[in-house]
């Protein structure tokens, strides 16, 4: 019999099966101060031939700087400028694979993401979509995409969220905010350039910085924990403990919160997040309140889950002055928290992970109303 025509199970046996995850990294990466006068020398052999544009994916907060200049165009290289006010939407995704494919008779060389995580969301989402068929809330799930997307780079200019080294993108669809996770998803190439976040604004920083903080904690606290993902949280956490609470120099503050992202981003793709980010999707959902300050919002209040975090996470806020915003919720009707119960339940592995196989005995609607009504 040929291997071909033979049953898999018959080649590996049922109780060999084991279910670890196979994830995908990314292949490339630069860091440094100053690489991104690397990226011209970086695309040039991925460019397929002169009718091949790159797409530059630029957060518009940069249109007019100097490092507008910086981006290597050359032949029918476009850049388009993306508001991140707005978390990244599928129907975004779609317009802009649209705009791209009327635009040019061929494929783009590549796309390249240049923002925080929404912009590097929407980026990798717009690659998988120019290959892929149909809407991109097709795509929302686990493991949907059939074809590889085109080449994409990620270039952070706000650190914390992971996005440059996650196998999703987060994206507000018709029906749900839900990734498209797949291990076509993941950058070919990440730039990290620290001094790229030298704007970045206070309160952002810190907000952008403790959806890390976040992912350390729920990853370390959580029944997913394994060597891998504490090597790479306990990094990470040590890390966002240097920069929030030492009195470090600028530039090594850059440099580290940038590590501490993508460690953190790593520890999370070998376990899972928790509490904070189940309940945080609920605020984004009704509210369209924006990841990082969603998961301050809620984190504040979960002293009985995450004790340690909380308290550490007091002191930074301290530190550095930062005022909550309150009363989020206060205004809120009994339909408008059970929308965001019902999102923040939706989320089982995260409750999983935090609490264990029996969460359903701990995490009720109207345990997370209560939380909610503090925010
Ligand atoms: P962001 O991209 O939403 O940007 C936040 C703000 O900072 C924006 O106003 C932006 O213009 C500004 N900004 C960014 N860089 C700047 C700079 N250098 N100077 C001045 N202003 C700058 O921020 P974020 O917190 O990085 O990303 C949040 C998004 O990331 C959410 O959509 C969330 O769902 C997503 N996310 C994705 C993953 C993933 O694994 N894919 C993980 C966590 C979060
Ligand atoms: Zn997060």
Same mark, same amino acid.
Request: aromatic fraction near 10%; charged fraction near 20%.
């Given at each position: 019999?040929?291997?071909k025509?033979k049953?898999?199970n018959?080649?590996?046996?049922?109780?060999?099966?084991?279910?670890?995850k196979n994830?995908?990294?990314?292949?490339?990466?630069?860091?440094?101060?100053? &690489?991104?006068?690397?990226?011209? #020398?970086?695309?040039?052999?991925?460019?397929?031939?002169?009718?091949?544009?790159f797409?530059?994916?630029?957060?518009?907060?940069?249109?007019?700087?100097? @490092?507008?200049?910086?981006?290597?165009?050359?032949?029918?290289? +476009?850049?388009?400028?993306?508001?991140?006010?707005?978390?990244?939407?599928?129907?975004?995704?779609?317009?802009?694979?649209?705009?791209?494919?009327?635009?040019?008779?061929?494929?783009?060389?590549?796309?390249?993401?240049?923002?925080?995580g929404t912009?590097?969301?929407?980026?990798?989402a717009?690659?998988?979509?120019?290959?892929?068929?149909?809407?991109? =809330?097709?795509?929302?799930?686990?493991?949907?995409?059939?074809?590889?997307?085109? $080449?994409? !780079?990620?270039?952070?200019t706000?650190?914390?969220? %992971?996005?440059?080294?996650?196998?999703?993108t987060?994206? @507000?669809?018709?029906?749900?905010?839900?990734g498209?996770?797949?291990? $076509?998803?993941?950058?070919? +190439? !990440?730039?990290?350039?620290?001094?790229?976040?030298? %704007?970045?604004?206070?309160?952002?920083? *810190?907000?952008?910085?403790?959806?890390?903080?976040?992912h &350390?904690?729920?990853?370390?606290?959580?029944?997913?924990?394994?060597?891998f993902?504490?090597?790479?949280?306990?990094?990470?956490?040590?890390?966002?403990?240097e920069? =929030?609470?030492?009195?470090?120099?600028?530039?090594?503050?850059?440099?580290?919160l940038?590590?501490?992202?993508?460690?953190?981003?790593?520890?999370?793709?070998?376990?899972?997040?928790?509490?904070?980010h189940?309940?945080? =999707?609920?605020?984004?959902?009704?509210?369209?309140?924006?990841?990082?300050?969603?998961? &301050?919002? !809620? *984190?504040?209040?979960?002293?009985e889950?995450?004790?340690?975090?909380?308290?550490?996470? /007091?002191?930074?806020?301290?530190?550095?002055?930062?005022?909550?915003?309150?009363?989020?919720?206060?205004?809120?009707?009994?339909?408008?928290? #059970?929308?965001?119960? /019902?999102?923040?339940?939706?989320?089982?592995?995260?409750?999983?992970?935090?609490i264990?196989?029996?969460?359903?005995t701990?995490?009720?609607?109207?345990?997370l109303?209560?939380?909610?009504?503090?925010i």
């Amino acid at each position: 019999m040929d291997i071909k025509s033979k049953n898999i199970n018959t080649i590996i046996s049922p109780e060999l099966k084991t279910n670890f995850k196979n994830f995908p990294m990314v292949p490339r990466v630069i860091f440094g101060a100053g &690489c991104f006068g690397q990226l011209g #020398e970086i695309l040039l052999p991925k460019r397929v031939n002169s009718e091949a544009p790159f797409i530059f994916l630029v957060d518009d907060v940069f249109e007019g700087t100097d @490092l507008i200049s910086r981006i290597p165009l050359i032949f029918n290289d +476009q850049i388009i400028f993306i508001s991140a006010d707005e978390e990244p939407k599928t129907d975004q995704v779609d317009a802009l694979v649209h705009k791209i494919k009327n635009d040019y008779d061929h494929l783009p060389s590549g796309i390249i993401g240049i923002g925080g995580g929404t912009l590097l969301d929407l980026s990798k989402a717009v690659a998988i979509m120019l290959t892929n068929k149909g809407n991109a =809330y097709q795509y929302q799930g686990w493991d949907l995409v059939k074809k590889p997307s085109i $080449y994409h !780079v990620g270039i952070p200019t706000i650190s914390g969220t %992971g996005a440059e080294v996650s196998r999703t993108t987060v994206l @507000l669809g018709p029906e749900k905010k839900l990734g498209i996770n797949s291990d $076509y998803t993941t950058f070919d +190439q !990440v730039l990290m350039d620290p001094d790229l976040t030298k %704007g970045v604004p206070k309160e952002q920083w *810190f907000y952008t910085g403790m959806d890390c903080f976040i992912h &350390c904690i729920e990853s370390l606290n959580g029944t997913y924990l394994n060597a891998f993902s504490q090597s790479y949280g306990e990094k990470a956490l040590e890390l966002c403990k240097e920069v =929030y609470l030492e009195d470090l120099q600028m530039d090594e503050a850059r440099n580290k919160l940038m590590m501490a992202s993508w460690h953190g981003g790593m520890s999370i793709a070998y376990s899972q997040v928790g509490v904070a980010h189940a309940m945080s =999707y609920g605020l984004s959902y009704l509210l369209g309140v924006r990841h990082g300050i969603g998961n &301050c919002l !809620v *984190f504040q209040h979960l002293k009985e889950f995450y004790p340690e975090g909380v308290e550490l996470f /007091n002191k930074m806020k301290e530190k550095h002055n930062i005022q909550l915003p309150k009363g989020i919720c206060s205004e809120l009707t009994n339909d408008d928290f #059970e929308i965001m119960t /019902n999102v923040a339940l939706g989320l089982v592995p995260l409750w999983e992970n935090a609490i264990g196989k029996e969460w359903r005995t701990i995490i009720t609607p109207e345990k997370l109303k209560s939380i909610y009504q503090k925010i």
